[in-house]
């Protein structure tokens, strides 16, 4: 058990709280699922970029998915390998596309062909071959919420399979790329197999027809996507997903890359916050907590649902009640209508499965001091950002004035 109570004492709150441990068991159980094939496991930088998650992650063997040059220079900082670092997103810089080749990565994943002349009229100007992978949009509707799907024709990700086909080939032609890789990620919080299958299906079958036009494909880039359970979803198999995508390659010897964001660090983390007050309107009760949408916004964002617990509460008179942060929003909410006993001034609220777009989604809204992080290790707890100041938040305005 995580003693929630020290830790407030401790660092304060609101606070975010990831324990080490459990990205290393989910990054072993994503490791094994694919042991009977090379695998490269790139964590999705987005989603929790903090350099000691990172170092823990270089500390495994894993590599980083990224989605800007930021991202990129992060990996390298906490010591992950170049040759372990993908470039991805719908849009980079001229400056983004030169400073991750001049870093020699693992590849660049491109998005449109627009996007790939620029890659390679940069790598001409700097006389490097740079190496590429496509993404595909293999058009399949996973049942998510609409903002985290993004492998379908209406979403503005990847290529259609016939418009990779053409910059594999043009690729293949050019002094200054290198295809080595083909890539789809369809979406986010992904709970059933079948959308993978189906895209592993797609892929396959394209990395087949260009394999028979010799353009030597080395990874099999499956994106993210694999869901958590935050209220009561049925989760993956990780047996099950491995086994569609090893299935649709038969026997095509390639790495498989995938790149896990919510997978490895969701449910390693806790958001602390405490209660300021609660007040009640006649109609509605309200749980006043010292942490807000800027610290967390996914309920705010996605509707997202996340499991709340009061700490060392005895008071058994439960009701039902909003939890909500200070901020002059009406969408500033951290849970809806949740059965919560009385609360009172100091009380200890600990929202779970916050590890992953919790910190890194979070901002300085309000003037709020974006909030410190810990790590768990075994036993021992340790500061790995601490908590921004005034100073902090006014450093690049104050010499204006
Ligand atoms: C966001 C993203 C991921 C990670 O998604 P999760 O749902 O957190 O696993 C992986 N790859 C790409 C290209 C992404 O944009």
Known sequence: MINF????????????????????????????????????ICFAVKANSNLSVLKHIASLGGGCDCVSIGEVKRALHAGIAKYKIIYSGVGKRDDEIEEAL?????????????EMARVEAIASKLRVVARISVRVNPNIDVKTHPYISTGLHE????????????????????????????????????????PFREAGVVLSSLLRSLRALDIDIKFFDIGGGVGIRYENEETISLYEYAQSILASLGGVDVTI???????????????????????????????????????????????????????????????????V?????????????????????NDLIVVKNAGAYGFTMSSNYNTRAR????????ENDRLIRRRESFEDIIALEKDFL
């Open 5 to 40: 109570a020290n830790l407030a004492d401790k660092y304060g709150t609101p606070l975010y709280v990831y324990n080490f441990d459990t990205i290393t068991e989910r990054f072993n159980l994503l490791k094994d699922s694919f042991k009977a094939r090379k695998s490269l």
């Open 102 to 114: 001049k870093k020699d990565i693992l590849m660049l994943n491109l998005e449109s062909e627009e």
């Open 155 to 194: 979403n503005k990700f990847g290529v259609e399979v016939d418009v990779a086909k053409r910059m594999y080939i043009k690729a293949k032609y050019s002094e200054f790329l290198e295809p080595v890789g083909i890539h789809f990620h369809i979406g986010s919080q992904i709970v059933e197999v079948e």
């Open 257 to 323: 890359v995938c790149e896990p964001g919510r997978y490895l660090v969701g449910e390693c983390g806790y958001f602390l916050t405490k209660v300021l007050y609660e007040k009640n309107n006649g109609v509605k009760r309200f749980v006043v907590v010292d942490g807000a949408m800027n610290d967390l916004i996914r309920p705010s964002l996605y509707s997202a649902y996340h499991e709340v617990e009061l700490l060392n509460s005895s008071n058994e008179d439960v009701s039902e009640a909003d939890i």
């Open 325 to 345: 942060g200070p901020i002059c929003e009406s969408g500033d909410f951290l849970a809806k209508k949740r059965a919560l006993p009385k609360t009172k001034h």
């Open 371 to 378: 909030v410190a992080e810990v790590a768990l290790e075994g």
